[in-house]
């Protein structure tokens, strides 16, 4: 990859995932308001309980077809094999989820609820992840994915301000995903017709086996880093009431909205580090991503922290004790530049063929994060998840170094201390 195609890719990468991040951020704000902490805790509870499943369908294979379509394998059997294999699995899972839901029958609303979440999450977001994300990154023809996204993300923003307008409820909330995704889902398949035969798709065995082959070791990393982000979510609806886990999942779910933007952003580099794994040229550019990429999420991080109190008052109003609310919001505000710090290291060694060694870090950061909440519920309230994020977070990433030794991180552990400087002066002196 040459560095203009480099950039080209970078650039429209990074377009396409900062409207989903404002997306992300904007549907945060609809639904926290409209719902309220209560009820947000317990659509966080829904979509939470479902993306625990979510590896187990996507198996880490977006990862794997961009390798493979650089490598210059035939696209119609890598993207056939790939898409047999997804909704094989989220079938399979999918009818396993509904029995459960059918024999426990949760009470009100949540029957239908995880009925809608299963559907998107499960089934139809993995075909738009396929074809919008690594198809097109594996090309190398982001701008498409561009175009899907922003079309995608209208309909989200705009389905659910309709959906608080004319108070659709909790099911109208998680009815709007579904529609934005098919619309994706139509808009990628469309441009992806200058690339790609959709009907001479085929599905080889030798395929499917050389995708799971190369993909296990990712789907491990993935089911952790999955639970690593939504077990709080879980564990925290049966240790506190719907309110005060709304309060701790609104300002987590507006933190994840930067996070999805500088990861997949990062992730676009992962062509060219394939290429050039072990190019010393290749650790040097490594190391000015790391660095800026610290830098920049160090300084959204401060952001948050500075506009806490405003932000929070936008989400839930001024009719509810914003108190925990900001604090949640301050200390998550550590999580965007701790967690690319981390990203940048696990596609080191994606990179490298050392994937396996991203669980080394990820498995004892996720268990410390379970103790965590088991143990500080009480104690903590809604502060819990956010507490036992960062922690986890400052494991994983000091876990990583010792990993791939990253020089780089001497540079880029400069933002995060004077970030968390900034967030424990915020926490003792209240300032608003």
Known sequence: MSAQSLTRTTFFTGASKGIEGLGSVLATLIVARYLGPAGYGVYAQVV?????????????LDHVIVRELV????KEAVVGSALALRLGAGLLLSCGLTGWVLINRPEGELMAALALAITNILLIRQVSNLICRAFFLGIERVENDLVATAAAQVVR???????SRQDWGLLGVLSVPIAAELVQIA??????????????LQVFTSTVRRLVDQSWPILLRLVLITAYFHVDNVILAKLLSPGDLGLFAAPFRLVAGVVSVVVPTAWALLPSIVRNTGNPASSRVMGRVGSLASGATGAVGAAFVLAAWPLVRLTFG????AGSAVACLRLLSMLPVLHTVAYIMELELLAA?????????????LVAKVILDL????????????????AADV????????VTRSRWMVGASVPIVGLGVLVAASLLGGFR
Do not use: N
């Open 187 to 200: 808009l990628g398949m469309a441009l992806a017709r200058r690339y790609l035969s959709i009907r001479r």
């Open 353 to 365: 063929g050392r994937q396996q060694w991203a669980l080394v870090a990820a498995a004892p950061a």
């Open 375 to 390: 143990g500080l519920a009480e104690a903590l309230g809604p502060l819990t998840g956010a507490v036992s994020s960062v």
């Open 71 to 74: 490598a210059g394998a035939r």
């Open 318 to 321: 001024a009719d509810y004790d």
């Open 157 to 163: 923003v705009g389905g659910l301000l309709m959906a």
């Open 48 to 60: 939470s309980t479902v993306m625990l499943l979510w590896p187990l369908v996507d198996m880490g």
């Open 395 to 402: 494991l994983r990433v000091i876990l990583l170094v010792g």
